[in-house]
């Protein structure tokens, strides 16, 4: 069992930096693959970014590739997106989420999920 806790939303203008966090519960945290969605009003989860449970490697969508990083801390069981040069259209909330499957884009691949944290970015 995991539980995820997201942190770190809020509101902030076009050009901003946000760092959201990902706290998680279980003694298996290591383990999983933890990844970032996001929902938009209107609109359906999309896959944001995954980093898996080593650390070293981690995805990206194309709309926030070069802009967000992941990274994780295995020690303190938390995961971190940092989040640059914000635009309106990141605005969503943000949700992360864990997997030990290999298919870390699809939502449906994930068994354990936060509740999510609200970021709002105005033009």
């Known amino acids: 069992q995991v539980q995820l806790v997201e942190s770190g939303g809020g509101l902030l203008q076009a050009g901003g930096s946000l760092r959201l966090s990902c706290a998680a519960s279980?003694?298996?945290?290591?383990?999983?693959?933890i990844g970032w969605f996001r929902q938009a009003p209107g609109k359906e989860r999309e896959f944001v970014t995954a980093?898996?449970?080593?650390?070293?490697?981690?995805y990206y969508a194309d709309s926030v590739k070069g802009r967000f990083t992941a990274s994780r801390d295995n020690v303190k069981n938390t995961v971190y997106l940092q989040m640059n040069s914000l635009k309106p259209e990141d605005t969503a909330v943000y949700h992360c989420?864990?997997?030990?499957?290999?298919?870390?884009?699809?939502?449906?691949?994930?068994?354990?999920w936060g509740q999510g944290t609200q970021v709002t970015v105005s033009s």
């Open positions: 279980g003694r298996t945290f290591s383990r999983y693959t």
């Open positions: 989420a864990a997997t030990m499957s290999p298919y870390y884009y699809r939502d449906r691949s994930y068994d354990y």
């Open positions: 980093i898996l449970w080593s650390g070293g490697d981690s």
